[in-house]
Nanobody, 124 residues
């Protein structure tokens, strides 16, 4: 599966952005879809993941209540709605896909497919 992330940009603290990740090349609903992010000078970290059917979703603790992951299998797209953004949310955001196993998987090495990343910058 090929992944293409989009929707990043510059936003003020407290604002919102919605990221999209379009998939092509395979049966989208077979894949658990995750979002990760990498801030400058830091390691990539887990943000959220959603099951292939869209019925289960999990979040990193710092994103709970602010971020929402969703998917539209008819459009082969996964979304990350980000609200109440903070300067510390500034990062390159990556979408990733994996097949099989439990949905809740934080380890990036478990994801076999990655998008190119989209930059989110939150100004104070």
């Amino acid at each position: 599966v090929q992944l293409q992330a989009s929707g990043g940009g510059l936003v003020q603290a407290g604002g919102s952005l919605r990221l999209s990740c379009a998939a092509s090349g395979s049966t989208f609903s077979l894949y658990h879809m995750g979002w990760f992010r990498q801030a400058p000078g830091k390691e990539r970290e887990f943000v959220a993941v959603i099951s292939g059917s869209g019925t289960s979703a999990y979040y990193a603790d710092s994103m709970k209540g602010r971020f929402t992951i969703s998917r539209d299998n008819a459009k082969n797209t996964v979304y990350l709605q980000m609200n109440s953004l903070k300067p510390e949310d500034t990062a390159v955001y990556f979408c990733a896909a994996r097949v099989g196993g439990v949905t809740y998987q934080l380890r990036e090495t478990s994801y076999g497919y990655w998008g190119q990343g989209t930059l989110v910058t939150v100004s104070s």
